[in-house]
């Protein structure tokens, strides 16, 4: 039985006190592999706590990939302790292979129709941007800073916003960065496109599949050779990865769009330990919508435990503010800082001075934390009234719901049960786009249309969607698929 020391948790809450100490009996090999632990009501009777307590701390380490759950005979420590020991591989460079041509991408096409639903965008809603208080903060700015407004900003971006991304990452993502490892882009795709400039463009880039199609576009723009590389349901999976000698890897570990997979702890170790065998093997680490997490704390993430210069991070300020808000950031090791202003150093950031002005004292005022708290609310119950729309319809029959404890999209799996689902979805998706319903199959965003299961599902991207109209969709979404044929 697990037995703790409560009086040792200090200001750590029971739930991270135990998630804690779990985790490093785990790691310093006191529960050892598929070894059982004991129930969640015999652990929170044995150490005087509730179970939700317990629950909490085994959901956390479930997700990180440090134990996992069998049904009905309980929860056991993973094969993760034989991962967790860094070790430095040195191998030769090796030939880069032929280029795989991507093919399969999102439809894109321009067309004048409209939807009452999109669940294909990213647009933000009327009254979900804090405009007001963001027109606040530009007079301040503009009364304050009017000299250094007129000065040149170099490629790294004004130290201001780069030290106010430092404490914000340190107090949400509880990373230790300094402000000459922050660069500043406009959008994530420029940051992409001098990634590829400083790296070098005879590197092979691999991305996930299915993935994120614009930055395969822009990696191939940029005459990179771009090759996909399949995840599965722990995320990228790293032996394919080795197979095709890439040198630098798009990742999206903490919520990968579209799948929605949380890449656990022992891939992220694996994915690592891939990094550190080559000294020139890179991982990009995309953290596009991080801050909408519903269940549990963040995920560490891979920068956080990288112990060799090895993981670049990059983030955006579009998902949480506005799409229309084009400011984003990345995190270079300390080594590579240096390099790239060796390289790069004569650009001039691309974002204005006055913009990055506004934002430095928006994160220092605490308004960006407010907003972020507010939308998760927001967002929290957008998804809780869709949820429970769909489950109480004529969708319930046909669709199963996955992946909907994250980021601001879920899936809609077709039932096995149902005939043809492959078939099926594509007829239903024609049939809810002439209802005025716009929406996205999981098999689009594949880039060879090799999918890993039968399974066909629905991409529901909810962003965009109105709390007031989610009973007028589903309605809708219910009535074409009844339109179809009789649901079993």
């Not at 780069?162 to 500043?184: G, P, T, W, Y």
């Not at 998706?429 to 965003?445: D, M, V």
Request: proline residues 3%; glycine residues 4%; aromatic residues 10%.
């Amino acid at each position: 039985m697990i037995t703790l020391d409560f009086e040792k948790r200090g200001d750590q809450t029971l739930t991270d006190f135990l998630y804690n100490s779990i985790k490093k009996q785990i790691q310093e090999g006191l529960l050892s592999e598929k070894e059982k632990l004991p129930s969640k009501r015999a652990l929170s009777q044995h150490l005087g706590i509730s179970v939700i307590t317990v629950q909490n701390a085994y959901s956390q380490l479930i997700d990180e990939g440090y134990i996992f759950s069998i049904e009905k005979k309980g929860f056991f420590v993973s094969d993760i302790a034989r991962h967790l020991k860094k070790t430095v591989r040195h191998s030769e460079e090796k030939e880069n292979p032929a280029h795989i041509q991507l093919s399969g991408q999102v439809s894109s096409q321009i067309t004048n129709q409209t939807y009452f639903a999109d669940f294909t965008s990213n647009a933000a809603l009327p009254g979900t941007s804090p405009f007001s208080l963001w027109s606040r903060t530009m007079r301040q700015v503009l009364s304050s800073e009017n000299e250094k407004l007129l000065k040149r900003t170099d490629v790294f971006g004004t130290l201001e916003l780069r030290r106010a991304i430092c404490h914000h990452l340190k107090a949400f993502r509880n990373m230790d960065i300094s402000e000459n490892q922050v660069i500043i882009g406009a959008g994530t795709e420029s940051l992409y496109s001098m990634l590829v400039q400083f790296l070098g463009r005879d590197d092979v880039f691999a991305v996930e599949n299915p993935g994120y199609h614009k930055a395969a576009e822009i990696f191939k723009l940029n005459g990179t050779k771009c090759q996909p590389v399949n995840i599965d349901e722990h995320g990228i999976i790293v032996e394919e990865l080795q197979k095709i000698n890439a040198n630098v890897v798009h990742v999206s570990p903490s919520h990968h769009f579209p799948s929605g997979v949380i890449m656990n702890f022992k891939r992220r170790t694996e994915l690592l330990d891939w990094a550190y065998s080559c000294k020139n093997h890179f991982i990009i680490e995309d953290d596009y919508d991080s801050e909408f997490r519903f269940t549990g704390k963040p995920l560490p993430t891979l920068q956080s435990i990288d112990q060799q210069d090895r993981v670049i991070y990059i983030n955006t300020f579009s998902k949480t503010l506005s799409p229309s808000f084009r400011i984003s950031y990345m995190i270079l090791p300390q080594s590579l800082a240096i390099d790239f202003s060796k390289k790069l150093g004569f650009y001039s950031c691309q974002v204005s001075s006055f913009e990055q002005f506004t934002l430095a004292r928006f994160i220092e005022e605490g308004h960006y934390e407010k907003h972020i708290n507010r939308m998760k609310n927001y967002y929290r119950s957008l998804r809780n009234n869709l949820i429970t729309a769909i489950e109480n319809s004529e969708l319930s029959k046909v669709f199963s719901i996955h992946e909907e404890d994250s980021g601001l999209h879920f899936l809609l799996t077709i039932r096995p049960e149902i005939k043809n689902p492959s078939q099926t979805a594509r007829e239903i998706q024609k049939r809810w786009r002439q209802e005025g319903i716009n929406i996205f199959l999981l098999s689009e965003y594949f880039y060879d249309k090799k999918k890993l299961s039968a399974a066909e599902s629905f991409v529901v991207n909810y962003s965009g969607i109105r709390r007031d109209s989610v009973g007028k969709v589903i309605l809708s979404m219910s009535r074409a698929l009844n339109d179809l044929y009789s649901t079993p």
